[in-house]
């Protein structure tokens, strides 16, 4: 109390430090932003003529993602559960290649909610690569069944939607980094880096009402990219990279299952987050990629967003981060208010949950 007071006392110098500080921390992120605007920005990802592998790519986000890696001159192999859709996948990946004469296509096809499916699928990559692994893994197989908690079967979907999006890129980044950081194949701090990409959602920024079943399989996500972002650093001979993309809501098939049994108010509540396709979704985050992020947003409430929850995660750029994040709770503040009226009205309108329309 007594140091608040006395900072009362001298707030005319206290209040100058203050918004002298404030300042030229805005400065310098303006300056900081131009600068990564304008500057020489080095590609951290380069694909040309390395290989990619991507799980969940016969639709949605991953399959542009296969399209625009093939287009810079990627190998690519696709992995997912439907043969038919693959081949499709496949075929419009291989369309949009760089140099078809010399980069290569392949598919795979897993479940990856199967535990231990992912040693497979690395060891038919590797046979079909000549013995090299994949440079780069994006793990972008995923699904979501929303519905409130209370619901019977929730803890079930969860359970579910854990095993995919949880596990499935869990065994997926185990079997890789046990290939990646094998003795034999260290080389040197300064080798071009492999890449290990999460894919996650918004949600676990934000969570909101109805995605209980899934929100928590995509923070799990978090936690295990920020565990390996510290230990990759015992493996400095071999270097790898781990990222999380971050995308808001993607106008997908998987989107269109989704909304199929999401809750009314979860559409209500989700309708101010503007949709983007697949294509400019994967577009903005290889862009993100390439620009060496840690943490990889794909939209403005993305980005806000992330600079609300860091904690202890790495920064991406730790003064624009750091400016940002100095404003999220006063927007919280508000959002919260807001968005907890939104369900409280919605109680008083459409009453007990127990007596809302069966969804299919
Ligand atoms: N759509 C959205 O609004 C948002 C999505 N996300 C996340 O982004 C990622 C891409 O989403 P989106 O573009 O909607 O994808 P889609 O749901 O449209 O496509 C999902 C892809 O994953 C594959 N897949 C699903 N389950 C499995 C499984 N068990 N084993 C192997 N492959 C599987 C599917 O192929 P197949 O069925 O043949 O196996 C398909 O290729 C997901 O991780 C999703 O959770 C994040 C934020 C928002
Ligand atoms: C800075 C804070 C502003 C807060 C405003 C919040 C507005 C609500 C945004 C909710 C967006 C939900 C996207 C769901 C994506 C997803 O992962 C699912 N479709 C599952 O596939």
Request: proline content about 6%.
């Amino acid at each position: 109390m007594e140091y608040i007071q006395s900072a009362l006392h001298n707030s005319s110098w206290l209040s100058l430090l203050a918004t002298g500080t404030a300042l030229g921390v805005a400065a310098l992120a303006v300056a900081m932003g131009l600068l990564s605007l304008f500057g020489a920005s080095k590609n951290h990802m380069p694909v040309n003529g390395r290989t990619v592998l991507l799980t969940g790519a016969s639709e949605g986000m991953g399959r542009s993602a296969g399209v625009q890696l093939a287009a810079k001159g990627a190998n690519v192999i696709i992995v997912s559960r439907n043969v038919g859709r693959l081949e499709e996948a496949l075929a419009e990946v291989q369309a949009a290649a760089k140099s078809p004469s010399t980069q290569r296509f392949h598919y795979i096809s897993a479940d990856v909610a199967e535990p231990d499916y992912a040693a497979r699928v690395i060891a038919e990559a590797l046979a079909w690569n000549g013995g090299a692994a994949p440079d780069i893994v994006w793990c972008v197989a995923g699904m979501s069944t929303p519905m409130l908690w209370a619901e019977d079967g929730a803890v079930a979907a969860a359970r579910r939607n854990m095993d995919v999006n949880f596990f499935g890129a869990a065994d997926m980044s185990a079997a890789i980094l046990r290939e990646w950081l094998a003795p034999e194949n260290s080389s040197s701090p300064r080798a071009e880096p492999k890449h290990l990409v999460f894919t996650a959602s918004v949600l676990a920024l934000f969570a909101i009402v109805g995605y209980a079943p899934y929100t928590p399989s995509k923070w799990a996500l978090r936690g295990l990219a920020d565990t390996l972002a510290m230990e990759l650093h015992l493996y400095p001979d071999n270097p790898v990279r781990v990222h999380v993309v971050y995308p808001a809501t993607i106008v997908s098939p998987g989107l269109a299952r989704e909304n199929r049994t999401k809750p009314d108010i979860t559409l209500e509540l989700e309708k101010d987050d503007p949709p983007e396709t697949p294509d400019t979704v994967a577009r903005r985050a290889i862009a993100g990629l390439e620009a060496g992020q840690y943490f990889v947003a794909v939209s403005l409430l993305g980005k806000l967003m992330q600079a609300g929850i860091m904690g202890g995660s790495p920064r991406n750029n730790w003064v624009f981060d750091t400016v940002l994040g100095w404003f999220m709770p006063i927007v919280y503040f508000f959002v919260l208010k807001v968005m907890n009226g939104q369900v409280l009205g919605w109680a008083r309108k459409y009453g007990h949950p127990s007596t809302y329309p069966k969804k299919e």
